[in-house]
Each structure stands twice: as C-alpha cells, then as structure tokens.
C-alpha cells in the first residue's frame, strides 16, 4: 500500500527556516506529481504547494511564494520542502500528499484531488 512519511518538523524562531522531507513508498514515485498541504489548528487545510513528476512544473500558495521551495529526488522516492523566512502564523501540521493520476491542471491545487495522505509534520514557528 502507499505509504507516506513526512519529517523535519519542529520549532524554530520567526525568520528561521526549515526543511521538511516526505518519502514515499508503494506507488510509481516517479510518476507521481506530489503536493504539500498544511492545517492550522482550528482552520481548514490549505494547499502550500505541488510539484510535477519530473519536477517540470511547480506551484505555490500565494502566501508562500518566494519562501518556499518544493523539489524531488526520484531516486530517493522523496519531495522537499524548504521554508525560508518563517513566520508565526505558519504554524502547522504539515502534509505531503500523492495527486490523482487523471487530474487536469486547474485542478491541482485541490484537496480533494490527492488521493493518498502521510500522518504530517509539526511546524511551529515562535514569535
């Protein structure tokens, strides 16, 4: 079965960075477009950014374009995400996740779309 486990949460001071990482196993990672997702507490999950299977297209929440990079080694079935310049209300559980073979472009940002889900990452970023 597909399993996901994401890492490299933890504290860090407003303005820090870190950088999350999601393996992946049981699927074509290959093939795969991959997606990070983050919920605050008391909020909805939010899409923070997606990567294409070859890591040809790439795409960013508004809020966090700039900051955050996400990128991939097929050859380690992992995706990253790197946070720079954090800031307090980015404070998370952050997700990656596995988008839907057949969705089209202007769909890729939604929740719905992605089919499997890791347990997260916690992120907390203090003021």
């Known amino acids: 079965q597909v399993q996901l486990v994401e890492s490299g949460g933890g504290l860090v001071q407003a303005g820090g960075s870190l950088r999350l990482s999601c393996v992946a196993s049981g699927l074509t990672f290959s093939r795969s477009t991959m997606g990070w997702f983050r919920q605050a507490p008391g909020k909805e999950r939010e899409f923070v950014a997606y990567?294409?299977?070859?890591?040809?297209?790439?795409a960013y929440a508004d809020s966090v374009r700039g900051r955050f990079t996400i990128s991939r080694e097929n050859a380690k079935n992992t995706v990253y995400l790197q946070m720079n310049n954090l800031k307090p209300e980015e404070t998370a559980t952050y997700y990656c996740?596995?988008?839907?073979?057949?969705?089209?472009?202007?769909?890729?940002?939604?929740?719905?779309?992605?089919?499997?889900w890791g347990h997260g990452t916690q992120v907390t970023v203090s003021p």
């Open positions: 990567i294409t299977w070859n890591g040809g297209r790439t």
């Open positions: 996740a596995v988008l839907r073979s057949s969705t089209i472009l202007s769909e890729m940002r939604s929740e719905s779309r992605y089919d499997y």
